[in-house]
Nanobody
Framework: QVQLVESGGGLVQAGGSLRLSCAAS????????MSWYRQAPGKQRELVAR???????NYAGSVKGRFTISRDNAKNTVYLQMNSLKPEDTAVYYC?????????????WGQGTQVTVSS
């Protein structure tokens, strides 16, 4: 019943920036934790960044200092600002949201958005 729509991916040169967005819609009472994952070809999906309802954040060591996760609760949206991009950041990026539906909490995944960083 809840849908996530991602946007903001694309092709960028090394050293450039992109901002990803993920908007949730549907039967939502509130959203708890919001996260960004990524998966490169032939690699396992990995956690990139996470933000709690209170605003506490966690980052993978490989992106710390370059990426910033944020959220807009009024819009049920999570963002990932990516600066100083490297070719190693090339991957499909997925948002993940824990939704409080009053009677239960469920986890939802976005469709993924491609980020390609050229050298």
């Amino acid at each position: 019943q809840v849908q996530l729509v991602e946007s903001g991916g694309g092709l960028v040169q090394a050293g450039g920036s992109l901002r990803l967005s993920c908007a949730a819609s549907g039967s939502i009472f509130s959203i708890n934790t919001m996260s960004w994952y990524r998966q490169a070809p032939g690699k396992q999906r990995e956690l990139v960044a996470r933000i709690t309802l209170s605003g506490s954040t966690n980052y993978a060591g490989s992106v710390k200092g370059r990426f910033t996760i944020s959220r807009d609760n009024a819009k049920n949206t999570v963002y990932l600002q990516m600066n100083s991009l490297k070719p190693e950041d090339t991957a499909v990026y997925y948002c993940n949201v824990d939704v409080d539906e009053t009677f239960r909490v469920r986890t939802y995944w976005g469709q993924g958005t491609q980020v390609t960083v050229s050298s």
